[in-house]
């Protein structure tokens, strides 16, 4: 049973408190008279050391001393030893098992000498304690959650008789134990502890909690407890001219020399297992078997049908050429192939990997300066980042990262992606070789028969890498929208707005010239339309002058309604026109016609 809120039960506490005093109730009422004997014999012996006169040792009282004797070493002996098994193994720790009982009793018989050492719980890859506890020499006990695994270091004591006589007494311990089969294993330099119930030898310590002096114990300051938990890190530095403020704020040029700012941000791990989905990159060759046709591929499965299908939905290049040549390396001569089969999924809880976690706590890097301070773990996936960050950001221009390409993708998104590429292959990664059966090439978008399309074992890449050398495993990271300073961003607007307003007035001016064309061409075909109307009109001879003015005036009202030569027409146009029939017509045409009876006396001024 193991438990992080493990406290015991308060009924059994209670029972373990006051056992000791109804016991030695009980014997004292159960041999009354020989303890009234025994102590008679004791006051006696401190009456003859202050003179008095020594009476006679009786039968009764020696037969009394021996019992007492008895019950007092032997049987309380037996009794101490039943007692600490039972605390033991019902109240104090998550104990499982005789020997986890055994271990948790001799600890606290230490604890009862007064020769105890820390007793901590890891919890979230935290301890909450004071460093005086931490830095005790004697035997301790820690209780680590699933989350969290701890590295503890063997410390030498300077020679002397108070470490001599701690072994013997160590020793004499495990003589014990080892009545009962147990026997002492040689503890290395250096021990990874797990989730679980770990028992802290006298010489241990855990790493990174002798360098403490706060009151305060979290897994910033004391590197021996990690976190098997994803990790969120975003950038930090402090600022030039406060050194007390930390900006979260990374300076990067591009290829131009205009100065960025923007944050970086890394998620990551070391308590995944990087064999399991979706960690596993699948790799096909697209054409022929050579490191530089190497490419991640997209699988989907069609599982509606009675055979399954395998579709190969994209090649992509996302390789480092030192991973793909050792995949190459691995496929032509390692690797045996089998029949496709799905990549089994991760876990959502932590895997502890005890070689992982040495590795990550022991291969710390030291920043550059004066001071060389040691990096955590935990703040390397972001500093190996930045470095990215400025190498991809120095190879664009600043106009360039806002633009977007001939697949409408902005030039800072495919710098994101790039950037989360080159972390993922930094980290630890596996992979799956993928090929047909024959060994012909696999195409895009081609669906396979599942029985046509084999596949490698999981196998990880072992080419040294900053992040991969130290166990931890990418999972995400990015950056936020670059941005210059205010005075070069305003200047570099009013750059942009020159442009963008250039623009604007010539797709106007363009816009104007293309509106004036069309009223002239509509112009034109209007006086066309008219020149051809009046020059039938004028060819007639049938008709009188007065004839010929009517068909006039007609021809150029109808010319006057069309909708597209009224908008260049002045709007009194149509009247005026109106006016004019009127005033040509006689009185009885214009009631033959349903006009109206009575035209205006005057002529309009501009007929």
């Known amino acids: 049973m193991f438990s992080d ?38 006051g006696s012996i401190f009456l003859y050391a202050l003179g008095w006169d020594l009476p006679p040792i009786t039968a009764e009282t020696t037969a009394s001393i021996i019992l007492i004797a008895f019950n007092l070493f032997l049987g309380a002996s037996i009794f101490f030893i039943a007692w600490l098994l039972l605390v033991s193994s019902q109240a104090l720790l998550p104990v499982n098992g005789l020997v986890d009982t055994c271990y948790t009793a001799l600890h606290l018989l230490i604890y009862i000498l007064g020769f105890h050492g820390p007793a901590i719980k890891a919890r979230d890859g935290n301890i909450i304690s004071t460093p005086e506890e931490l830095k005790l020499p004697y035997p301790g006990v820690a209780i680590i959650d699933f989350n969290s695994a701890m590295i503890l270091e063997k410390v030498f004591f300077h020679p002397g008789c108070l470490t001599a006589f701690a072994t013997a007494c160590i020793d004499f311990c495990w003589w014990l134990l080892g009545l009962f089969g147990m026997k002492r294993k040689e503890m290395p330099l250096v021990r990874v502890c797990g989730p679980g119930l770990t028992f802290i030898d006298f010489d241990e310590r855990i790493q990174g909690a002798g360098d403490l002096d706060s009151s305060s114990i979290s897994v910033e300051n ?24 930390i900006r979260t704020s990374v300076r ?10 923007t944050n970086i941000f890394a ?16 790799v096909a060759y697209q054409g022929s078997p050579a490191p530089e046709n190497l490419r991640v591929i997209a699988v989907s499965e069609d599982k509606t049908g009675k055979t399954r299908r395998v579709k190969i939905t994209s090649f992509s290049d996302e390789l480092d050429p030192d991973d793909r040549e050792e995949i190459h390396q691995k496929i032509q001569s390692e690797l045996s192939v089998t029949s496709y089969s799905e990549i089994p999924q991760g876990h959502r809880e932590p895997t502890y990997d005890p070689g992982r976690v040495f590795s990550a706590v022991y291969s710390r890097a030291r920043s550059l300066g004066a001071e060389e301070k040691i990096i955590p773990w935990t703040d390397l996936p972001v500093h190996v980042a930045i470095d990215f960050f400025r190498e991809i950001l120095s190879s664009v221009n600043f106009d360039e990262l806002y633009q977007r390409d001939t697949a409408q993708t902005m030039k800072v998104n495919t710098l994101r992606r790039n950037l989360r590429m080159r972390m993922r292959n930094n980290g630890l990664l596996s992979f799956r070789f993928v090929c047909h059966r024959s060994f012909l090439p696999l195409f ?43 005075h070069v961003y305003k200047q570099w607007l009013a750059s942009w707005r020159a442009g963008w307003e250039r623009d604007t007035m010539t797709s106007t001016a363009i816009a104007d010239l293309e509106v004036m064309r069309i009223q002239n061409r509509a112009r034109i075909q209007a006086q066309e339309d008219m020149s051809i109307n009046l020059k039938e ?60 009876p009575n035209p205006p006396s005057n002529p309009p001024a501009n007929p």
């Open 252 to 261: 990067g040029y591009t290829r131009d020399g205009i100065e960025l700012n």
């Open 537 to 596: 009109i004028f060819k007639t001879e049938k008709y009188s002058r007065e004839a010929i003015a009517i068909r006039l005036l007609q021809a150029l009202e109808s010319i006057a309604a069309d909708r597209e030569t009224r908008q260049l027409l002045p709007e009194e146009t149509l009247s005026m026109l109106r006016s004019i029939h009127s005033w040509l017509i006689p009185e009885d045409m214009m009631m033959f016609s349903g006009g109206p």
């Open 267 to 282: 998620l990551f791990t070391i308590g995944q297992d990087p064999n399991l989905a979706p960690f596993v990159l699948q």
């Open 444 to 486: 895009e978008n081609v669906s396979y028969s599942q029985s046509d399309i084999w596949v490698s074992p999981v196998t990880p890449l072992t080419t040294p890498k900053t992040l991969r050398d130290r166990g931890i495993q990418m999972i995400f990271s990015g950056f936020g929208d670059p941005m210059p300073e205010e």
């Open 5 to 42: 809120e493990y406290e015991g039960s308060p009924s059994i506490r209670t029972f373990i408190k006051i056992l000791p005093v109804i016991l030695l109730g009980l014997s004292i009422l159960s041999f009354l008279e020989d303890y009234k004997n025994f102590f008679g014999f004791v």
């Open 222 to 245: 004391i590197s021996g407890v990690v976190d098997l938990r994803r990790q969120f890190r975003i950038s930090r530095r402090q600022s030039e001219s406060h050194p007390q403020k």
